[in-house]
């Protein structure tokens, strides 16, 4: 079992930054890809940017050039820092991981509101 804990949503007005984190534990060994999915209201949950144990990483082509994902393996972490916020990039940011056995978890969620 591998348990996410999402943080670092909020408000930011259009142009700014937050940097989204999200910490695994429990079985963190068979973590292999770690990214960050959003969902927007009445909208299917999509992929924003992912990354695999080795440090390739890709992304959506809505947010290429503006976000860049990360990890620490040590901490167990994914972080997701997003540069110049538009308001469509307003939804629930989801961490996922998926392991070796492809196994996927998911963690609760964190709002980020970019107002129009």
């Known amino acids: 079992q591998v348990h996410l804990v999402e943080s670092g949503g909020g408000l930011v007005q259009a142009g700014g930054s937050l940097r989204l984190s999200c910490a695994a534990s429990?079985?963190?060994?068979?973590?292999?890809?770690m990214g960050w999915y959003r969902q927007a209201p009445g909208k299917q949950r999509e992929l924003v940017a992912l990354?695999?144990?080795?440090?390739?990483?890709n992304y959506a082509d809505s947010v290429k050039g503006r976000f860049t994902i990360s990890r620490d393996n040590a901490r167990n972490t994914v972080y997701l820092q997003m540069n110049s916020l538009k308001p469509e990039d307003t939804a629930v940011y989801y961490c996922?991981?998926?392991?070796?056995?492809?196994?996927?978890?998911w963690g609760k969620g964190t709002l980020v509101t970019v107002p129009s």
């Open positions: 429990g079985s963190t060994s068979s973590i292999n890809a």
């Open positions: 990354i695999i144990r080795g440090g390739t990483s």
């Open positions: 996922k991981v998926n392991t070796y056995n492809s196994i996927n978890y």
